[in-house]
Nanobody, 114 residues
Framework: QVQLVESGGGLVQPGGSLRLSCAAS????????MKWYRQTPGKERELVAT???????NYADSVKGRFTISRDNAKNTVYLQMNNLKPEDTAVYFC????????WGQGTQVTVSS
């Protein structure tokens, strides 16, 4: 079955960097677009970045120029490099794949605070 496992979150100071990873299994990873979302308590899940099967990326305006999504099809893994982090980036980050329906991982907490 489809499984997504996020990792790499943590506590970082404003201006710092983190790299999130999402290890995927249970489907032909290279054939599917992958997405990163984030969510804070009381708010809807927000789409942060998307990378299609060909490697083309799209970003939310709030993270353009700071975040980079990438994928390694040999490792069945999608990454989110986050630079110049701001307190408003604090959230639980999830990766997603839509294969007949949406599948999510358990999420990884990112906290940006001094």
């Amino acid at each position: 079955q489809v499984q997504l496992v996020e990792s790499g979150g943590g506590l970082v100071q404003p201006g710092g960097s983190l790299r999130l990873s999402c290890a995927a299994s249970g489907f032909t990873f290279s054939s599917y677009a992958m997405k990163w979302y984030r969510q804070t308590p009381g708010k809807e899940r927000e789409l942060v970045a998307t990378i299609n099967s060909g490697g083309t990326a799209n970003y939310a305006d709030s993270v353009k120029g700071r975040f980079t999504i990438s994928r390694d099809n040999a490792k069945n893994t999608v990454y989110l490099q986050m630079n110049n982090l701001k307190p408003e980036d604090t959230a639980v980050y999830f990766c997603d794949v839509r294969r007949f329906r949406d599948y999510w991982g358990q999420g990884t907490q990112v906290t940006v605070s001094s």
